[in-house]
């Protein structure tokens, strides 16, 4: 069966961190960009960040760039997202997708994961 579960979301004060994962199953991981979306409720999805199948080029928002990071562990089939110096402008549903291609930024995805929500408030 083909999905992502991600994992590790929760409450954090502000300055603080968080790392989510997500575990993907039912396909090769190492044959797709992998990439974080995120959705405040009543606004649109935006791209956070991408990486590629080797991790040799990854994206970010200009809104997070020099806060978060992406990586991914291919023998575990999974990717990560590094969450620092949070701010309560990022608190969100976070959802790992997986890319069509091998490219970074994300343009086309094939699966969603069901989220997992931070939220940063003191």
């Known amino acids: 069966q083909l999905q992502l579960v991600e994992s590790g979301g929760g409450l954090v004060q502000p300055g603080g961190s968080l790392r989510l994962a997500c575990a993907a199953s039912?396909?090769?991981?190492?044959?797709?960009?992998m990439g974080w979306f995120r959705q405040v409720p009543g606004k649109e999805r935006e791209r956070v960040a991408c990486?590629?199948?080797?991790?040799?080029?990854?994206t970010y928002a200009d809104s997070v760039k020099g806060r978060f990071t992406i990586s991914r562990d291919n023998t575990k089939k999974t990717v990560y997202l590094q969450l620092n110096r949070l701010k309560p402008e990022d608190t969100a549903v976070y959802y790992c997708?997986?890319?069509?291609?091998?490219?970074?930024?994300?343009?086309?995805?094939?699966?969603w994961g069901r989220g997992t929500l931070v939220t940063v408030s003191s």
């Open positions: 997708v997986s890319d069509v291609t091998n490219a970074c930024p994300i343009g086309y995805v094939e699966l």
């Open positions: 039912g396909f090769r991981l190492d044959y797709h960009a």
């Open positions: 990486i590629t199948p080797s991790g040799g080029r990854t």
